[in-house]
């Protein structure tokens, strides 16, 4: 049984950095797509950024594109989100994702299996 546990939300001042790590387990994710979502109140869950297992190879909203880098650590079987330049607009509840299929790629909630629990983020102005 596939499970993803997320860490690292909290509160941070504009401009500034966290770490979001999600723990996968149940699996070998060698070739499946992992990902970031978040959602907002109010607002539907929305694409943050994607990786392909295997290769590494990654792609991102534009909204964050830049600023966001996702990356994974194949012997912690870790995902990560490393946030920079944080704004206010950031501020949601952040899942981690994870889909057997590492093709093609993936932006939608739908293209995705398993889901983690979510972990709040909250940028202050």
């Known amino acids: 049984q596939v499970q993803l546990v997320e860490s690292g939300g909290g509160l941070v001042q504009a401009g500034g950095s966290l770490r979001l790590s999600c723990a996968a387990s149940?699996?070998?994710?060698?070739?499946?797509?992992m990902g970031w979502f978040r959602q907002a109140p109010g607002n539907e869950r929305e694409f943050v950024a994607t990786i392909r297992w295997s290769s590494g190879a990654s792609y991102y909203a534009d909204s964050v594109q830049g600023r966001f880098t996702i990356s994974r650590d194949n012997a912690k079987n870790t995902m990560y989100l490393q946030m920079d330049s944080l704004r206010p607009e950031d501020t949601a509840v952040y899942y981690c994702?994870?889909?057997?299929?590492?093709?093609?790629?993936?932006?939608?909630?739908?293209?995705?299996?398993?889901w983690g629990q979510g972990t709040q983020v909250t940028v202050s102005s």
């Open positions: 994702a994870a889909d057997p299929t590492g093709w093609p790629i993936k932006r939608v909630p739908d293209d995705y299996d398993y």
């Open positions: 149940g699996r070998t994710f060698s070739n499946w797509s």
